[in-house]
């Protein structure tokens, strides 16, 4: 048999080879649907013959994509155009880099990230006399977004009209606009609206584009948002081979716009379709299986699926109790250094998985003090650390000479022209249309403009401009940094990290450049605005990774920490805040994600103390008490003397017997599901049955709870 449909079972073959027409893959976490995506691909390269370039594979994030592109490459090897297989956002920028001249941009365009984007809020804040006090950059950022959501703002954008601004946020939403216009400068929205703006108005490109994709596959479908489903269901209707995967239990980006429905409703949308379902899981341990479903299952708005493995029973879940977090993280470190020193294992094995990334300090402190090697990804993008910004504003500059990057750097470091100077250039532009670096340029000799360290600068960016066509990009960027005083100044701030990162920067450059000898700038530049850290960090070394649950989404590690597993942190304090049950279940998903990661062990752990985004005492996530008693290893003790926390924990757990004591009718109080009425008593069991009007669910609860408050009897 074909190397790529080897191993495969029943079901992933079908999808492999149902290559026509609308086919939907719906299926738990583990069960093989990335694999039958990268096999189809392969299918449909190796066996139907088809060139890569004609098949659009789309994921989520970059990491996943870059995942799937190393999957197909085991498959069919390197000889293939791979391009294809990408991110949303990235397939927006090839059809924009090809097209985006149709609406009168550059195909040059420059794509900006939330810093560039703050860059110009400073400018227009500047101009208006605003303050980020009165207005956050934050709030703007979101009301951009917002306002961005319809197509409207794009006739603007193309046909520049005069508008009345409504109120303060508008009239900066209408300047950042113009900037961004003039500057032929596109931020992420942009990037499927311009898309999707040209094909509604372009046939003959739309056409080209329809054409070219015979195969359409998408994984983790469930996150995928209206507009990103709206891009791949046009591309379809020409070839009307559209094949979808994902798991609506996996859904994690509903606060980001993802719109499940589109794969639940897959069959009614296109009634030809077919439907694939896979029931068997690969990934996990029986054990770990269980504890998924138990937890899964508490969420109303879900299919349940019958998911099974024949994978050994392996050990069982732990959960660890902690007095405090530097016990939690120490406990976590004793363990890996455990199974690593027994030699069962790597450190490259473990993942220490989190909510929210202020977790992984303590974790971080562990690690370090027990000299365990650790990378973390995602935290702040190395591409947006300051350093980094600052030396690639550089480079921009010396390619594209565009406002943003000017205004980064034309006083970094300190070349003594402040804000009064900058403003006198931005007026010399606004009057004369024309970008801030020409108007440097062109009026340096008058005397308003005539400062030392005005004519250094442009000295400086043409010197470099000179050495660009003669010097590859790693040495461009030394002389850069030596030149332009960044390597004195970050010297002097004393920061060493700051170097290091500078130096990091190098050398993905150089594996950059022994990858592509030819690069230009130009497509350097490109290339890393889509980048996270990930891609930078992702070394092959030994050593733990620790990531948000939101980036292991679509991957799988043989250990797995789970940490910080506390309300309030997960579920967050917001989703607690909101009491919207929709909320809760997005979190229970991201524990079910979170639990689906592991093969082969997984830990839950969490600790006491004082949490400060709810300002009250840690308590353990309401999740781990959905979990059957006789799927967990307890371990660490909850103390009678630390606070009132352990006297909120079952008896099992404390060590303190209780009897019944409250009767069917009464109203009491539950710190986390708040208000609830006992339905039932049952004797035999020792529990109770309460109905919960938050979460509308009736849950059975122990006699022995000690975190029930009688209201009224
Ligand atoms: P998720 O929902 O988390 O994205 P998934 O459904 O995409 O999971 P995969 O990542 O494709 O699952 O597969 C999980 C693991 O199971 C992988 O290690 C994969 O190689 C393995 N696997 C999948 N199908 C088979 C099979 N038929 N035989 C053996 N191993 C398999
Ligand atoms: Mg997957």
């Known amino acids: 048999?074909?190397?790529?449909?080897?191993?495969?079972?029943?079901?992933?073959?079908?999808?492999?080879?149902?290559?026509?027409?609308?086919?939907?893959?719906?299926?738990?976490?583990?069960?093989?649907?990335?694999?039958?995506?990268?096999?189809?691909?392969?299918?449909?390269?190796?066996?139907?013959?088809?060139?890569?370039?004609?098949?659009?594979?789309?994921?989520?994030?970059?990491?996943?994509?870059?995942?799937?592109?190393?999957?197909?490459?085991?498959?069919?090897?390197?000889?293939?155009?791979?391009?294809?297989?990408?991110?949303?956002?990235?397939?927006?920028?090839?059809?924009?880099?090809?097209?985006?001249?149709?609406?009168?941009?550059?195909?040059?365009?420059?794509?900006?990230?939330?810093?560039?984007?703050?860059?110009?809020?400073?400018?227009?804040?500047?101009?208006?006399?605003?303050?980020?006090?009165?207005?956050?950059?934050?709030?703007?950022?979101?009301?951009?977004?917002?306002?961005?959501?319809?197509q409207e703002y794009l006739d603007y954008i193309i046909n520049p009209t005069k508008k009345e601004p409504k109120n303060d946020l508008d009239k900066i939403f209408y300047r950042y606009l113009q900037k961004q216009q003039r500057n032929f400068a596109l931020d992420f929205d942009d990037l499927i609206n311009f898309t999707l703006y040209i094909f509604l108005t372009d046939k003959v490109v739309f056409e080209k584009w329809k054409q070219r994709l015979h195969y359409i596959q998408v994984d983790e479908m469930?996150?995928?948002?209206?507009?990103?489903?709206?891009?791949?269901?046009?591309?379809?209707?020409?070839?009307?081979?559209?094949?979808?995967?994902?798991?609506?239990?996996?859904?994690?980006?509903?606060?980001?716009?993802?719109?499940?429905e589109f794969l639940v409703d897959f069959n009614q949308q296109f009634p030809s379709s077919k439907t694939i379902l896979m029931n068997q899981n690969y990934r996990s341990t029986p054990n770990i299986l269980t504890l998924g479903n138990h937890i899964i299952k508490n969420n109303k708005v879900r299919v349940d699926k019958d998911m099974f493995t024949q994978n050994p029973q392996g050990v069982e879940v732990v959960h660890f109790h902690a007095k405090n977090e530097s016990e939690e993280g120490n406990w976590i470190a004793e363990e890996i250094s455990r199974l690593v020193s027994k030699e069962v294992c790597n450190f490259s094995d473990f993942a220490i998985l989190y909510r929210a990334n202020h977790i992984s300090r303590s974790i971080e402190q562990a690690l370090v003090k027990k000299n365990i090697p650790y990378t973390i990804f995602g935290g702040i993008r190395f591409f947006e650390r300051k350093e980094i910004k600052d030396i690639l504003s550089y480079l921009r500059m010396v390619e594209f000479e565009d406002d943003i990057s000017f205004l980064r750097i034309i006083n970094t470091p300190s070349r003594g022209l402040g804000k009064k100077f900058i403003e006198e250039v931005s007026m010399i532009a606004e009057n004369d249309n024309i970008s801030l670096y020409s108007a440097l340029q062109k009026n340096i000799a008058s005397d308003g403009l005539n400062r030392k360290g005005a004519k250094d600068f442009?000295?400086?960016?043409?010197?470099?401009?000179?050495?660009?066509?003669?010097?590859?990009?790693?040495?461009?960027?030394?002389?850069?940094?030596?030149?332009?005083?960044?390597?004195?100044?970050?010297?002097?701030?004393?920061?060493?990290?700051?170097?290091?990162?500078?130096i990091e920067l190098q050398n993905s450059i150089i594996a950059f450049e022994s990858e592509d000898e030819d690069i230009s700038l130009d497509e350097f530049l490109q290339e890393i605005t889509l980048y996270s850290d990930v891609d930078l960090e992702e070394d092959q070394g030994d050593k733990v990774k620790l990531m948000?649950?939101?980036?292991?989404?679509?991957?799988?590690?043989?250990?797995?920490?789970?940490?910080?597993?506390?309300?309030?942190?997960?579920?967050?304090?917001?989703?607690?805040?909101?009491?919207?049950?929709?909320?809760?279940?997005?979190?229970?998903?991201?524990?079910?994600?979170?639990?689906?990661?592991?093969?082969?062990?997984?830990?839950?752990?969490?600790?006491?103390g004082y949490n400060f985004?709810?300002?009250?005492?840690?308590?353990?996530?309401?999740?781990?008490?959905?979990?059957?008693?006789?799927?967990?290893?307890?371990?660490?003790e909850f103390r009678k003397d630390v606070d009132d926390s352990h006297l909120r924990m079952p008896s099992r757990l404390t060590g303190i017997p209780i009897d019944q004591e409250f009767k069917v009718g009464d109203i009491i109080e539950h710190k986390v599901w708040d208000e609830g009425e006992v339905i039932e008593v049952n004797r035999e069991k020792g529990e109770y049955l309460i109905y919960f009007s938050l979460i509308d669910s009736k849950k059975p609860i122990n006699f022995e709870f000690k975190g029930l408050t009688l209201i009224e009897s």
């Open 222 to 260: 469930q996150d995928s948002s209206e507009k990103q489903f709206r891009l791949v269901s046009m591309l379809s209707e020409t070839h009307k081979n559209l094949f979808v995967v994902g798991d609506p239990d996996q859904t994690i980006y509903e606060w980001r716009g993802a719109r499940p």
């Open 613 to 636: 985004s709810t300002g009250q005492n840690k308590q353990p996530s309401r999740f781990l008490f959905e979990i059957n008693e006789n799927f967990l290893v307890r371990k660490g």
């Open 458 to 502: 442009i000295d400086l960016i043409e010197e470099f401009q000179k050495l660009r066509s003669k010097k590859k990009i790693s040495d461009l960027i030394k002389i850069i940094l030596d030149q332009s005083g960044l390597t004195e100044l970050f010297r002097t701030d004393g920061d060493t990290d700051r170097l290091d990162n500078l």
């Open 1 to 150: 048999m074909e190397k790529h449909i080897k191993n495969l079972n029943e079901q992933q073959l079908e999808a492999v080879t149902s290559t026509e027409g609308y086919v939907r893959v719906i299926a738990g976490a583990g069960s093989g649907k990335t694999k039958a995506l990268t096999s189809r691909y392969a299918y449909i390269v190796e066996t139907l013959g088809i060139s890569a370039s004609n098949i659009l594979c789309v994921t989520f994030t970059n990491k996943a994509s870059r995942e799937m592109r190393l999957r197909v490459k085991k498959l069919i090897g390197d000889q293939h155009d791979l391009s294809y297989i990408t991110t949303y956002h990235g397939f927006c920028v090839r059809v924009l880099r090809e097209d985006i001249n149709k609406i009168g941009y550059p195909k040059n365009f420059v794509i900006m990230d939330v810093e560039d984007q703050k860059t110009i809020l400073r400018d227009i804040y500047n101009e208006f006399g605003i303050t980020s006090k009165l207005i956050t950059f934050k709030q703007v950022l979101r009301h951009i977004s917002r306002r961005k959501s319809s």
């Open 548 to 608: 948000t649950i939101h980036t292991s989404k679509g991957l799988e590690f043989p250990f797995v920490f789970l940490c910080g597993f506390n309300e309030g942190i997960l579920p967050s304090a917001m989703s607690i805040k909101e009491r919207r049950a929709k909320a809760i279940e997005e979190e229970r998903r991201l524990t079910y994600v979170a639990i689906t990661r592991a093969e082969k062990a997984l830990y839950l752990t969490e600790s006491e």
